[in-house]
């Protein structure tokens, strides 16, 4: 069993010749979401920014508040499709073939009432466990993180069949994928703590004496390290997924050597 440092390495190098095509295809998730929050809001006559608004302030038994929900959970439906191809296509590279776009239609053409059940299911099943207490929702969400993987290799298995094969193959292997998780996921925090260092320092010189500029400057530096985040997911998110595909790869015995 390979090491996680290893591991990250083979998934950065099977990402050569698919980087900007894993940045495209996480581009477009997001795209495709807004796009379609945007087409059924025309034709249920809501603004997007209603739909973004938080659905539990609206009374369901309201018309306005229903036609809001059903665009809710069909972008949702929509959005775990292409999250689930986006996934199956860094398994693909492991493999040696190509990430396309077309990756993230996978679902779509194969089955998508199963996808959808599937997609569903899982994420019900983990907020369930959530609501006991975070833990074991974070124990069972890595029990289960190579379900994607497993459906994908196994189209004929049943969702309960995939769910327990994966919680079977992470035993004893749910706090090396955590340490893998945790490489990557350290890396957004370096930009939350250049601005902490700001404000702490800029607010240790001004005392009581806050101005109009200290204001500016702080909101201006707090947009700037959202901005840094997002870029550095385009950086960390491709090579975070190709890993963790490589860690799959390796915990099922394939053959997975670096290209």
Known sequence: MKTNKELRMIGRENLRG??????????????????????????????????????TANDLSDPYGVKQFIITMITSFVSALLTLGLTWGFLDIQDGEKLTVGHLFKPFKEDMGK?????????????????????????????WAMAEFIYYDNRDLAIKDILAESSYIMKGSRWRLFKMDFFYSILY??????????????????GDNASYVFVFAFLGIFVAVMGLTAVLAFIIEPRRQS????????????SNDIV
């Open 243 to 254: 890993a963790r595909a490589a860690f799959y790869v390796d915990l099922v015995g394939k």
């Open 115 to 143: 996808s959808i059940g599937f997609s569903l299911v899982k994420q019900f099943l983990l907020m369930l466990w959530s609501l006991l207490l975070i833990v074991p929702g974070i124990i069972k969400s890595y029990s």
């Open 189 to 206: 925090f370096i930009p939350i703590l250049l601005w902490l260092v700001f404000f702490l320092v800029a607010l240790a010189s001004q």
């Open 18 to 55: 698919n980087y900007l095509t894993a940045v495209s295809n996480l581009i477009l998730v997001g795209v495709f979401g807004l796009i379609l929050q945007s087409i059924l809001g025309k034709v249920f006559g809501i603004s997007i920014i209603d739909i973004t608004a938080d659905i």
